[in-house]
């Protein structure tokens, strides 16, 4: 079957730097994206990834390794507007999004 | 403000009630998407339409009907539901059906069956 593992939930404190996982396993792989959340609200872009390695945009860097199956979403100098969910879903072979279950990331002052 | 709007933004209904949600989009794409988001749960793909024909309907109930009368607008009408019903409802648009591009999604309508 198809599966996207994200942790459930983290903690993190204002300014710190925290990295949220994500692992695939998908028949066939086109591409991954970062979406946030926060609560209440509508799913917002962060990221796009298809090939190996980190893509920087601004306070937040998102990781690929096709090879492991695996990518993470750096958030640096922490903000309390960070609270949220942070949502992983990657491409299959036949371009169907698969979605993981989304990491709430809570951020302490 | 993503360009994608719903209305109610929150619906209790009852299980034999009819009601429909609504969804509009002003980024001129082509491509509307119903998800369902249910807690600790990853979001489930419920119907794509693609220039405004249905190409996805991924096992939906039937008490779960949707209507797209032009690019820009999407409706989910509902009736007869069940309580496990209850959930988040997205609509999100992309430029066109290539799962590379990026969606944009509405805030959600919150729906609550008693």
């Known amino acids: 079957g198809q599966n996207i593992d994200q942790p459930t939930e983290m903690t993190a404190t204002e300014g710190a730097i925290v990295q949220i996982n994500c692992t695939y396993q998908t028949s066939g792989f086109n591409g991954l994206f970062w979406y946030q959340q926060h609560a209440g609200e509508a799913p917002t872009f962060l990221s796009y990834?298809?090939l190996d390695g980190l893509e920087e945009k601004g306070r937040f860097s998102s990781f690929l390794s096709r090879s492991k199956g695996y990518s993470y979403l750096l958030l640096k100098e922490l903000q309390m507007k960070d609270s949220a969910s942070y949502l992983c879903a990657v491409t299959d072979s036949n371009y169907q999004l698969i979605w993981g279950a989304g990491t709430k990331l809570i951020i302490k002052p | 403000e993503t360009g994608v709007t719903q209305t109610p933004r929150h619906l209790v209904m009852g299980m034999t009630n009819k009601k429909s949600l609504k969804c509009e989009q002003h980024l001129g794409h082509n491509a509307m998407y119903w998800y369902k988001q249910s807690a600790k749960k990853p979001l489930e793909l419920m119907f794509v339409?693609?220039?405004?024909?249905?190409?996805e309907n991924n096992s939906v109930p039937s008490r779960f009907s949707p209507e797209c009368p032009n690019s820009s607008h999407l409706f989910l009408h509902l009736h007869t539901l069940q309580p496990e019903d209850s959930a988040l409802y997205l609509c999100?648009?992309?430029?066109?059906?290539?799962?590379?591009?990026?969606?944009?999604f509405g805030p959600g309508t919150r729906l609550t069956v008693l």
């Open positions: 339409y693609n220039f405004k024909e249905q190409t």
């Open positions: 990834n298809v």
């Open positions: 999100a648009s992309s430029q066109q059906r290539e799962v590379t591009d990026t969606q944009y």
